[in-house]
């Protein structure tokens, strides 16, 4: 049982270069989320995805597009990277609709931009 | 969201001493969940308060909700090197969790 799998874990790029951060879950989960952590902060959400088919935009999503390709899969994009991006990113689902599910995290993908 | 403020930003502790973290906020909080972040690691889920003034055990770790559901703590008796790492309080808003900034902790051997 993989849980919440994140590619790549590490990526450098350029200012300017463009990139899709994936992420995958197998526990049937309905939501999944997008955070972005910098060093010695918390965690601040980018957008999320109530269930397959809706998207909306967190505390930060300027810079970002989100996909939610499928119940499972919950893509990122960053169209033009900028310095500014360089950060940690964690992907997350849980169940919710009823109750409040805890969420579930990925290993996340350390990316710098130069 | 509903914004929670956690206090102290850092600690250090020597092993043994007990510790403590507070998660504060201006306004009344439907639930709080807790999380553990290991160095160089994801977060993982602690736990989860819902009830006024409800009070829940781990082992060596004490979670309390007050009793305005405007403040959290979490307490950790007798440090060990183990407890080494960030701990979050979140705030469940809808469909969104909202994070506090963390408190690291850091224990000396």
């Known amino acids: 049982n993989a849980g919440v799998t994140q590619t790549p874990k590490f990526q450098v790029l350029k200012t300017g270069q463009s990139m899709t951060l994936q992420c995958a879950q197998d526990m049937n989960h309905n939501s999944m989320y997008w955070y972005r952590q910098d060093p010695g902060m918390g965690l601040r959400l980018i957008y999320y995805s109530a269930s397959e088919g809706t998207t909306d935009k967190g505390e930060v999503p300027n810079g970002y597009n989100v996909s939610r390709l499928n119940k499972r899969e919950f893509s990122l994009r960053l169209e033009s990277a900028a310095p500014s991006q360089t950060s940690v990113y964690f992907c997350a689902s849980r169940e919710w609709g009823y109750s409040n599910q805890p969420q579930h995290f990925g290993d996340g993908t350390r990316l710098s931009i130069l | 969201g509903q914004q929670v403020m956690q206090i102290p930003q850092y600690q250090h502790v020597q092993e043994g001493e007990d510790f403590t973290t507070y998660c504060n906020s201006s306004t009344t909080l439907s639930n709080i969940q807790w999380y553990k972040q290991r160095p160089g690691g994801h977060p993982v889920f602690l736990i989860q308060?819902?009830?006024?003034?409800e009070v829940k055990k781990q082992k060596r770790l004490t979670f309390q909700f007050g009793e305005a559901k405007k403040n959290s703590s979490l307490h950790i008796t007798a440090t060990q090197t183990t407890d080494v790492g960030t701990y979050f309080c979140s705030n469940n808003a809808g469909n969104m969790l909202t994070f506090g900034g963390g408190t690291r902790l850091m224990v000396k051997p």
């Open positions: 308060l819902v009830k006024s003034g």
